[in-house]
T-cell receptor
């Protein structure tokens, strides 16, 4: 079985400050990791993903994330946030199992609020 | 434009009524998924389909049914057996394998009258 824990349900920051949204995962198989963003009353949009290779992954809108296998973490960072980054962010893990085939498991989400 | 469409945007259900949520994709993706989103609970998988005419239950399939008669369509029926259907429902699709990105539709909000 696989699971995802997003350690902060809400993160308030001021505009132009750096931010880190934390994500830890557990899985018994090799994993692929994703960060999605959701704006109010909309679907999810992919920010970035880690499949293999370099552990530092760059995504859209200036976000990046680092895969740390020993700590089973995939934290999302941005050096300077904007008001428009206010949204809910979801970490997700994908893994293949005999019983469930291929599927994504999502964390509970982190609401990022950027204040002026 | 390629993408996923969901309709309607808002749906109201009366007691004892079955309602069907539409999901259509023109991305030529093999796999399609239905998720339910409740505040503070993230997304939970209801059903998924990896190929036409085949689908599997997710974590919370009770009270829901699906069909996959065409590659581009994956409708979800919320039956009267689902006692707490009020939620935001998201449909997604992906090319095939598990490392592929899932692309999401805009969602349908279901409310009970």
């Amino acid at each position: 079985a696989q699971s995802v824990t997003q350690l902060d349900s809400q993160v308030p920051v001021f505009e132009e400050a750096p931010v880190e949204l934390r994500c830890n995962y557990s899985s018994s198989v090799s994993v692929y990791l994703f960060w999605y963003v959701q704006y109010p009353n909309q679907g999810l949009q992919l920010l970035l993903k880690y499949l293999s290779g370099s552990t530092l992954v760059k995504g859209i809108n200036g976000f990046e994330a680092e895969f740390n296998k020993s700590q089973t973490s995939f934290h999302l960072r941005k050096p300077s946030v904007h008001i428009s980054d206010t949204a809910e962010y979801f970490c997700a893990v994908s893994g293949l199992s005999e019983t469930s085939g291929s599927r994504l498991t999502f964390g509970e989400g982190t609401q990022l609020t950027v204040n002026p | 434009d390629g993408g996923i469409t969901q309709s309607p945007k808002y749906l109201f259900r009366k007691e004892g009524q079955n309602v069907t949520l539409s999901c259509e994709q023109n991305l030529n993706h093999d796999a399609m998924y239905w998720y339910r989103q409740d505040p503070g609970q993230g997304l939970r998988l209801i059903y998924y389909s990896q190929i036409v005419n085949d689908f599997q239950k997710g974590d919370i399939a009770e009270g829901y049914s699906v069909s996959r008669e065409k590659k581009e369509s994956f409708p979800l029926t919320v039956t009267s057996a689902q006692k707490n259907p009020t939620a935001f429902y998201l449909c997604a699709s992906s090319r095939d394998s598990y490392q592929e990105t899932q692309y999401f539709g805009p969602g349908t909000r279901l409310l009970v009258l």
